[in-house]
């Protein structure tokens, strides 16, 4: 059994003894946005609204350095271009220019399916692959993971890993070494399209806020394998076979392609 089956089964029980509902409040904070931004009653869902005037977000209460973090999302069913939807890790403070930092990235282009992942490996990023979904997200929930340890970061969506980046900082690569936090928003940028205003507003709604990461300033002390997440150094054989299957199908930009984007990392990861 996999880690991607055995960290389900972890965080069903784990949540259940330790983290009691699965509420909002217990985990985020609303960012931006003001009345852009909405939960329901009980904590269990949010709606993210974005028009002419504005977008939204909000973020995780506390700050990480491992974790497997994750977030059930459900983008804008009103068809266009230009709005992103995302779910991301961030090493870059809150409402400053972010500068050479740490990232981790699911940010979806327009509501046309696609989804970008990227990575920022203290630098300003540019580490695209996208993927044009087998589902419509627009339609119902899924689930979108990071796993983040020593060893690897792993892009997951419905329990199918798509993409790692392994830890090779032993042949001088950048592997996130600094603290942080989760972010979720709404937004518009000229390079993901064009908005269709007139389908206005487009409204992203969140699910399921529990995730499971140590908490703290100091990423080395987040490697202890007492984290169960922390003993996932690679993927099974069977996994790495399933995701190879997945890029080869859905797989529709990969910056590792491009002798002008190409870094040196291409030839490390999968």
Not at 7 to 24: E, S, V
Not at 202 to 216: K, L, M, S
């Amino acid at each position: 059994m996999g880690f991607l089956h055995i960290c389900t089964i972890f965080l069903g029980y784990f949540f259940i003894l330790a983290n009691g509902a699965n509420n909002f409040s217990k985990f985020y904070y609303p960012l931006w946005g003001g009345d852009h931004f909405s939960v329901d009653p009980r904590g269990t869902e949010v709606q993210l609204k974005f028009d002419r005037y504005t977008g939204a977000g909000f973020r995780s209460k506390y700050d990480y350095g491992s974790g497997l973090f994750h977030i059930r999302m459900k983008i804008p069913d009103r068809l266009t271009g230009g709005v992103v939807t995302s779910f991301y890790l961030t090493s870059a403070p809150d409402n400053q220019d972010p500068g050479n930092h740490f990232e981790l990235d699911f940010e979806f282009l327009g509501t046309n399916g696609t989804v970008q992942t990227n990575v920022y490996d203290n630098d300003t990023g540019h580490r695209e692959q996208s993927f044009r979904l087998w589902f419509n997200p627009s339609q119902a929930f899924h689930t979108y993971e990071f796993l983040w340890n020593s060893n690897q970061i792993v892009f997951i969506i419905d329990q199918i890993p798509v993409r790692v980046f392994k830890n090779n900082i032993a042949k001088g690569i950048p592997y996130p070494n600094k603290p942080m936090h989760i972010e979720a928003s709404i937004w518009n940028a000229d390079w993901a399209g064009k908005v269709d205003w007139s389908h206005a507003p487009f409204i992203a709604h969140y699910q399921d806020f529990n995730f499971y990461a140590c908490q703290g300033t100091d990423v080395s002390r987040c490697g202890n394998q007492g984290y169960f997440w922390n003993k996932y150094k690679d993927l099974t054989t069977l996994q790495r076979a399933q995701m190879n299957k997945y890029r080869k199908l859905y797989m529709v930009y990969d910056y590792c392609a491009q002798s002008a984007t190409r870094k040196p990392e291409c030839s490390l990861n999968y």
